[in-house]
């Protein structure tokens, strides 16, 4: 049976390349920030989570999805943070996100950027599918 979304690491040269998929934007946008986490063994410490809201706005698909990650990696090397849940939705001309997390209790290794390299959001079979991929 097909996952509904997901992602997996795709062999890259240098950098890191991620694919995700999912039925809808807001489903990728997650999925997407999972996996890079993934990617990059980041996780938070048990206990007392924090709640931290932003809004970003609207643009193209693959812009979004470069801000939306890019903010999160902002929230990891300033705020020590790193994110579980995701309630994102798109508001007139903005993403508007909430999002759960914990101090950051380890990290394998850095990603320094989400890159627009060859970065394109597609309609398959499967939703919305995109290959991300990441400075390291």
């Keep these: 049976m097909e996952e509904f979304a997901g992602f997996c690491e795709i062999e890259h040269t240098a950098d890191w390349e991620l694919e995700v998929w999912a039925p809808d934007f807001i489903a990728l946008l997650e999925q997407a920030a999972r996996g890079m986490y993934h990617l990059s063994g980041a ?4 206990g007392a989570g924090s709640v931290h809201t932003f809004r970003l706005p609207t643009a193209d698909l693959e812009t979004m999805l470069v801000a939306f ?3 999160l990696l902002f929230y990891q ?3 020590g943070l790193v994110f579980d849940t995701f ?4 508001e ?3 993403l508007q996100a909430e999002l759960h997390g914990f101090p950051l209790a380890g990290l394998d290794k850095e990603i320094k ?4 390299h060859n970065l394109q959001i597609q309609y398959t079979q499967r939703g919305l599918q995109a290959r991300i991929v990441f400075d390291v």
């Design 69 to 71: 990650l890019a903010e």
């Design 77 to 79: 090397e300033q705020e």
């Design 87 to 90: 309630n994102l939705s798109l």
């Design 92 to 94: 007139g001309e903005a």
């Design 43 to 46: 996780h938070g410490q048990a």
């Design 113 to 116: 950027a989400v890159t627009y």
